[in-house]
């Protein structure tokens, strides 16, 4: 979205900048700004450093980014890496590289592909990963698919539709189950319908729920329907 009056930073090179209110940011060298920084689009092909909170309306990382602040966008893709120091506020994330987030991440839509990592909660209204990731607080979304690449973990699920499977069987897929476990560790699930494979959880509550192969559960609370791999363990089981 074209910003009329507002004027484009360019980086090439090694460039200290101010933050300020601009059109578009360019970071393709290596750029530290210092500051906050408003715009419409944000692009790093290269390394940038922002002191700082970023608004902005699309942001695309296929370099390294390292911000100090928030972040509040509508729409943020990262093939790189990033890492931010604060809350993270975005309409739509997809991470195909990897992301930290030291806060917080609020998200209508989460695609992962890659590697993120959240030390506080995530809130999403669907949350789709087929990669790792590290949530150390609640993940709460309306639908959760997770495609299982490697050791997953989070404290807490919440959501209506929670799906966990095992990723397929390719020849990558094959080789890499002798190095990893794909297992994902939680301590409690909760949710209205749940599928579960290759899941570690202290309790899980729900109507509809299956235990599908390669699962550690101690406590299962359904209310409708539980069905249960004979390759999985479950101490304790009720209906409620």
Known sequence: MKQENRPDLIIHGSVNASGGVYNE??????????????CADLYCAGHATISGDVQATFAKVEGNASI????GMETMEIYGQADVNGDVDVSKLR??????????????????????KVTGDCEAEEFKADGVFSIGGLLNAGHIEILLHGNCGVREIGGERIEVRKSGS?????????????TLSVDSIEGDE?????????VVRGNSVEIGPGCEIDLVEYTGDFRKDISSQVKEHKQC
């Open 68 to 71: 100090s602040g928030k972040v």
């Open 170 to 182: 390719g020849k990558l897929n094959k080789l890499l189950k002798h190095i990893f476990n794909n």
């Open 194 to 202: 749940i599928y579960l494979e290759y899941t570690r959880a202290k």
């Open 95 to 116: 991470v195909d590289g990897s992301a930290k987030v030291h806060g917080s991440l609020a998200s209508e839509e989460v695609k992962l592909r890659g590697f993120l």
């Open 25 to 38: 940011v360019s970071v393709h060298g290596f750029g530290k700004i210092q500051g906050n920084v408003e």
